[in-house]
């Protein structure tokens, strides 16, 4: 599941969100990976719990 492009994923025992957006800034080919360590979900949180954090921190804008 991916919320506003937004999909999470774990890797060493920590939750990241990710997203794959277009940025010729930064990258000639134009696209850009972004992606947040998760601080606020605990390591052994289940994958859906991790969606239902990274749905709240977008709505109150830390990740946009």
Not at 4 to 13: A, D, I, L, P, T
Not at 22 to 36: E, L, Q, T
Request: positive net charge.
């Amino acid at each position: 599941m991916a919320f506003m492009g937004w999909s999470v994923e774990r890797k060493n025992g920590a939750w990241y969100a990710s997203k794959v957006t277009d940025d010729s800034r930064y990258s000639p080919a134009g696209i850009v990976r972004v992606r947040r360590l998760l601080y606020t979900i605990s390591p052994d949180a289940t994958k859906s719990e991790a969606e239902r954090e990274v749905m709240r921190l977008y709505r109150s804008r830390y990740l946009n």
